[in-house]
């Protein structure tokens, strides 16, 4: 693990609303996390959980519809919810970088890519255009793109999803931004391509020294790049810790449910093809159910998970479980 | 049959739009001057003070004042009277109903000819698509005031000669965007299984490509209104439009020209119903528009957008 | 095992519209694939994008009419069948697509979708009712779901449906395209539980598209291996996952969890080329770490290597050696776990 210890980004009992004709979405329920500088922390959670509101919350950029009902978010010191807005634009994009799902429609495709990253260095590097263009041959290469000249000549649509996602990795890094927030980079690109993206995030983190919030629905994409991790379900966090040590012995009844329902090629014909399915339904973020929101569909339901929310309790080293099956 | 569902499905659609449009102010603007409007031309004979005068029966209030008989406003005539001495208001009030019955009838005739042409162009491609879209692009070119000519030329003036020479004049850009809706809508999914599954293309037409491909007609129809409404007015008030005795506030405000140092109120009132009724469909138009786009991907009825909450995500303390 | 759907140099070519003096060009998106495919039994097609798997399943159904080469299903060549005829033979194959919001037509309910197939086989009003209520029952679908809209469902619910609408009319083969890469993981598992339950139950042939190995892995009997356009290797999954022949497959193998370590795992460098611009010879020679100078001249064959295990490659003693030959290509993978931890 490879952390210091020097805390950049802490999140405290936030609390998140969408107003929605249908009613309100109770989006981010009591959500808790902090980040060390140059530590990487991985939010899995299936749709519903909350993890892509958490990460544009974390740079105020939610649509008018949302309400804040309780919580803080502090990076480096500073409140993000109560900086006022010419505050929170030297932190977007510089400070705090993101690189999202879909690099198709992150990128513009009416300009070519020299024009978006020159752009970027610009205005968050305060250089020059022919000292931007140079450094932004510096980071095409920092993130392995063969002909970084070639693909600064080239509009978007020129270039493979891959290609794309690495253009806005580099984009992301420009700034030496303290964190970077990924919202499911890999999710639209092939596995082999994943794979590449994933080590390069992975070297990428040792060189330039910066923290990194990890956006996804798969565990096998955590446990490749991140050192830690944090479970997400219906707006809360169930279970956060070391990534090797949730992986061997996960304590969430969730956590091992998603765990067990992940899909694994066959070692033998005996082998039975049904998986380990979760039972009842995705939650319904229009009306949680009181207690802990996993309840009906926990194995392990009892009486005081119906009524009491858990709060979170150690049960090892780093490793923090949000449920009443375990002492507090 | 089968157009039955589609039709159906069509106007569950249509109903599925308009519920949630009400929040809108715009919406409800606009929808209570149509509203307005509408009901004065439905019941024109009921609402208009003099309806006899309405129609075009001869008049005549023998006016003290001016020795044309146009009277202004008084208490026997809430507007006035126009030149042949019938009550303004009444003539107004039937000269709306005018404006209406044409402006409803090219735009149904511009959506049903736009819709068959484009839809079939979009959805068939190939020879069809050129074929039908080449005869769109002769009518497209044709503008609607020298073809309206040419039929009065032919055929002498009338409520019919405007008719056709608006109707054969507007379906084209419907047929365009019929076009390029079904261009769209072929490639889905769910039309590429149907026709997986042996569904015949009549059938795909009618049920799958006309209920999807609606929603932007649906805009264009309601600001057509109005800018039919406007064209008929203007062709009207060149004389090639309806005519008397046919109450048509183009006329009206053709008549009113020469007059209007000294009858005022005699441009005046025409021009504002007509600008209401112009205004109230371009609003029905733009607020539908805000709402269907390709924001919801899929069918008007999927969850519209959100209302506007006073509260967005700005620093808390400010 | 009795061969259900027999695919026999199936090729589909799409034409790319050039100047008019010019020779024309061809997207060769399938070139010449053959396989088998078992009755009974689930057979899986991975691949990336870009290898035409998706394109292979459309002409398979003849949803894309294909270019050339033939489908032949239980002993009836379906690829050229007319009217009548089509139609009944359509009735055998249905198509479950990957998203499962736009495989249905937003403006119909529930009812419509799934009775739609039967509307088509002209089954009488009376009876489709039932069929289609039978078919949601089978998908674990209670019956107030008739009058529901796509917008009203959850992406699970959804693909249930375009489920039930695929075996409505009581097919006998289904291609899934994806059915499951749009739905979270619990769903996934629940899903891919429902069609395992299917197949036993109606005795289903299932030819299963995916770029997810882990799921192929699991569901599927059989694999075929596709690269831009052709078939690299086919084999019964337990003996592709144990010991893939094929570099490529290999490269696809090294990014799963607790791989076999029967192979030199390695990450692939670069970028798959066009499928416009394929490479000379093997398609796959320019990325390929155990290329040699045949490679770019002559295009392998498939080929038995062992038992049922097929495999189209010029060097299969060198990759079984574990001779690279180009290092640039060829970036290791730690054996076995292949740099990733297991979950228990």
């Known amino acids: 693990m490879s952390h210091d210890g020097t805390e950049l980004l802490r999140v405290t009992d936030l609390s998140l609303d969408y107003a929605s004709p249908q009613g309100i979405i109770h989006a981010l329920n009591g959500v808790n996390i902090t980040l060390n500088r140059s530590q990487l922390l991985g939010i899995v959670g299936e749709s519903g959980s909350g993890k892509s509101t958490l990460a544009y919350a974390l740079i105020r950029l939610l649509p008018r519809n949302a309400v804040v009902r309780s919580g803080e978010i502090l990076f480096d010191g500073k409140s993000i919810l109560d900086a006022p807005e010419k505050e929170l634009k030297d932190i977007r994009g510089k400070k705090i970088s993101m690189v999202f799902q879909d690099p198709m429609t992150s990128l513009n495709p009416l300009f070519k890519v020299r024009d978006q990253i020159v752009r970027v260095l610009e205005l968050h590097r305060q250089v020059d255009k022919k000292a931007a263009g140079r450094l932004a041959i510096d980071f095409l290469k920092a993130v392995e793109l063969p002909d970084p000249e070639q693909v600064l000549d080239s509009y978007p649509f020129q270039l493979s999803g891959g290609m794309q996602q690495r253009v806005m990795i580099a984009m992301a890094l420009s700034t030496q931004p303290d964190l970077i927030i990924a919202d499911e980079p890999t999710s639209a690109v092939d596995a082999t391509i994943q794979v590449q993206i994933l080590e390069l995030l992975s070297r990428l983190r040792h060189e330039h020294q910066f923290s990194m919030l990890f956006i996804t629905h798969s565990l096998e994409v955590v446990s490749a790049v991140c050192d830690s991790v944090a479970v997400m379900y219906a707006g809360s966090m169930v279970e956060t810790g070391n990534v090797s040590d949730i992986f061997s012995s996960p304590k969430h009844p969730y956590t091992q449910a998603l765990m067990a329902a992940i899909p694994r090629p066959r070692k033998s014909a005996e082998e039975a093809k049904r998986l380990k399915s979760i039972s009842g339904s995705p939650p319904d973020l229009l009306s949680l159910p009181p207690g802990c929101k996993f309840n009906p569909r926990c194995p392990y339901v009892f009486d005081r998970c ?3 929310d858990p709060s979170f309790r150690k049960v090892g ?12 | 049959m089968k157009v039955q569902g589609a039709v159906g499905r069509t106007v569950g659609g249509f109903a599925r739009t308009l519920r949630p ?15 307005a409007m509408v009901f004065i031309a439905v019941f024109a004979p009921w609402v208009s003070p003099y309806p006899a005068q309405g129609e075009g029966q001869t008049a005549v209030t023998t006016c003290p004042q001016s020795a044309a008989g146009i009277c202004p406003p008084s208490l026997a005539h809430l507007f006035g009277t126009e030149q042949t001495g019938r009550d303004l208001m009444s003539r107004i009030f039937f000269g709306i109903r005018t404006s209406i019955e044409i402006s409803v009838l090219v735009v149904l005739l511009a959506t049903a000819i736009g819709l068959a042409v484009g839809l079939t162009a979009g959805y068939f491609g190939g020879v069809i698509d050129e074929a039908l879209m080449r005869v769109t692009d002769v009518f497209l070119s044709f503008p609607h005031l020298i073809l309206a000519l040419v039929i009065v030329a032919v055929l002498g003036p009338g409520f019919t000669d405007v ?7 507007w379906w084209p850009s419907f047929a365009r965007l019929a076009r390029a809706q079904a261009l769209e809508i072929r490639n889905r999914p769910y039309v590429v299984i149907a026709k997986a599954s042996g569904v015949s293309n009549r059938s795909i037409l009618l049920r799958h490509i006309l209920p999807n491909a609606i929603s932007p007609l649906l805009v264009m129809i309601s600001v057509d209104l109005g800018a039919v409404v406007l064209a008929e007015a203007g062709l009207s008030f060149l004389g090639l439009g309806v005519r008397p005795p046919t109450a048509d506030l183009g006329v009206i405000i053709a008549e009113s020209a020469n007059q209007i140092t000294t009858a005022w109120w005699y441009a005046l009132f025409p021009g504002i119903f007509l600008v209401i009724l112009v205004l109230g469909f371009n609003l029905l138009g733009d607020s539908i528009r805000d709402r269907v786009d390709p924001r919801l991907r899929g069918f008007i009825g999927a969850p519209m957008g959100l209302p506007s909450v006073k509260n967005p995500l700005a620093p808390r303390r400010k | 095992m009795t061969t259900l759907v027999s695919v026999e140099s199936l090729a589909k070519y799409f034409p790319v519209s050039r100047l008019p003096l010019t020779k024309k060009q061809y997207i060769r998106a399938v070139d010449g694939v053959s396989f088998e495919i078992g009755a009974n039994t689930v057979f899986g097609l991975v691949g990336e994008s870009g290898s035409g798997k998706s394109t292979l399943g459309m002409s398979m159904l003849r949803i894309l009419e294909p270019t050339s080469g033939r489908v032949v299903m239980d002993g009836v060549d379906t690829t050229h069948l007319k009217g009548k005829e089509r139609a009944k033979w359509s009735s055998q194959m249905s198509y479950v697509y990957q998203n499962p919001v736009s495989s249905l037509d937003p403006a119909w309910t529930v009812e419509q979708s799934v009775s739609e197939p039967l509307a088509a086989a002209d089954v009488p009003s009376k009876e489709r009712r039932e069929r289609v209520l039978q078919a949601l029952d089978a998908v674990g679908l209670p019956q107030y779901f008739l009058g529901r809209y796509p917008h009203e469902l959850s992406g699970g619910q959804s693909q249930r449906v375009a ?25 996934q598992a629940q899903l891919l539980n429902l069609l395992m339950d299917l197949q036993a139950e109606f005795g289903l042939t299932y030819f299963y598209i995916s770029h997810d190995l882990s799921v192929v892995g699991r569901v599927c009997d059989r694999i075929a291996v596709m690269y831009l356009g052709k078939v690299v290797e086919v084999a019964d999954a337990l003996d592709l996952f144990a010991s893939p022949l094929h570099p490529y497959s290999q490269a696809l193998l090294s990014t799963t969890q607790g791989r ?17 611009n394929p490479p000379s010879g093997c398609r796959f020679n320019t990325r390929c770490p155990y290329a040699t100078s045949i490679c770019s001249k002559e295009e392998p064959k498939l080929t038995e290597a062992k038992g049922t295990h097929f495999v189209a490659c010029h060097n299969l003693d060198l990759v079984a050696k574990g001779k690279v030959q180009v290092q640039g290509n060829f970036r290791p993978v730690e054996a076995a776990q292949g740099g990733q931890r297991e979950a228990n």
């Open chain 1, 317 to 328: 080293p780093g490793h923090e479980v949000a449920c009443h099956l375990y002492k507090e």
């Open chain 1, 306 to 308: 119906r009524t009491e």
């Open chain 2, 163 to 169: 008719l056709y020479a608006l109707g054969f004049t």
């Open chain 3, 163 to 187: 489920i039930a609408r695929a075996l409505v009319r009581r097919p006998r083969f289904i291609i899934l395209d994806e059915p499951t890469s749009a739905l979270d993981v619990s769903i």
């Open chain 2, 21 to 35: 449009l009400f929040r809108e102010k715009m919406f409800v603007a606009g929808f209570i001057m149509v509203g």
């Open chain 3, 260 to 276: 076999s370590s029967s192979y030199l795992g390695f990450r692939l460098t670069g970028e798959p080329p066009s499928p416009r």
